[in-house]
């Protein structure tokens, strides 16, 4: 309903500057505003009761991490988690690396039937960071990250990226061309991202928005044939 107000993808925005061409290239795509900073950092700029304001990625991030410790405080009655960073205001006691925390997660620190070691390939592709580690399991389940690599421009953002141009293209085949109405394009990638998900598990699905631009109303046929097709320099980038 307010594109313009609604940031995501702010972690692509840490430790690069607002030259980077990778980041122009998302500039492009984004309903918020993204400004040059002093130092050529980039910031976001958003309106708060009729003000505009802008903020550094890091801080866009520290608010994220300050309400999942509000909503953990509130949902647990205090904060189970060691460290979820300074700007939160939670006491740094000790750090794990990411990809030990994602073999905690499936389980692999309590498999008992480890006799010595194990090494264990951990394949991370997120929403805006492919992540690639093999690491060894002993027994006792000790883990120790033995090599790491990836992307950290890579992820399911990227997947959305090409599903929504794909749909541009051709809204504006059929009609007209849908670039400046921010509105629209949010609600455009809202659906994509729907779609996405779906053909995890179906061959097909359908893209479907009432009043896209100009009262059109916009339908289309997606199969997982086409989303892999738009997004097979993704996939072999991940391999």
């Known amino acids: 309903m307010n594109p313009a107000n609604t940031v995501f993808d702010a972690k692509r925005l840490i430790g ?6 990778k980041v122009q290239e998302d500039v492009k795509l984004w309903p ?20 505009k304001k802008d903020f550094l990625a890091e ?23 060691k460290d979820a960073g300074t700007f939160a205001g939670l ?12 073999a905690i997660a499936y389980g692999l620190d309590n498999k008992f039937d480890i006799v010595d070691k194990i090494n264990v390939l951990v394949f991370d592709l997120g929403g805006g960071t492919f992540d690639v580690s ?4 002993e027994e006792g389940g000790t883990f120790e990250v033995k090599a790491v690599g ?10 959305d990226n090409r599903m929504v141009d794909h749909c541009v293209r ?40 009432d009043c896209l631009h100009e009262g059109i109303y916009f339908s289309m046929k997606f199969t997982r044939a086409k989303f892999e097709e738009l997004n097979i320099g993704s996939f072999n980038k991940s391999t």
Request: hydrophobic residues 35%; proline residues 3%; positive net charge.
């Open 150 to 159: 990836g992307d950290t421009h890579l992820g399911g953002e990227d997947f």
């Open 16 to 21: 690069r500057r607002f030259s980077d061409s």
């Open 91 to 102: 006491n740094v006691i000790r750090m794990i690396n990411e990809p030990t925390e994602a």
């Open 32 to 51: 918020f505003k993204v400004i040059q900073g002093p130092n050529d950092t980039p910031k976001i700029v958003v309106t708060y009761k009729g003000q």
């Open 59 to 81: 801080e866009i991030s520290s608010m994220v991490l300050a309400k999942m410790k509000e909503n953990a405080e509130a949902d647990l009655g205090k904060v189970a988690t």
């Open 170 to 209: 051709e809204f504006k085949r059929g009609w007209k061309d849908l670039h400046g109405n921010q509105r629209a394009l949010g609600r455009l990638r809202f659906a994509c991202e729907k779609a996405k998900r779906i053909l995890s598990c179906a061959t097909q699905t359908s893209i479907e928005l």
């Open 134 to 137: 093999v690491m060894t399991i």
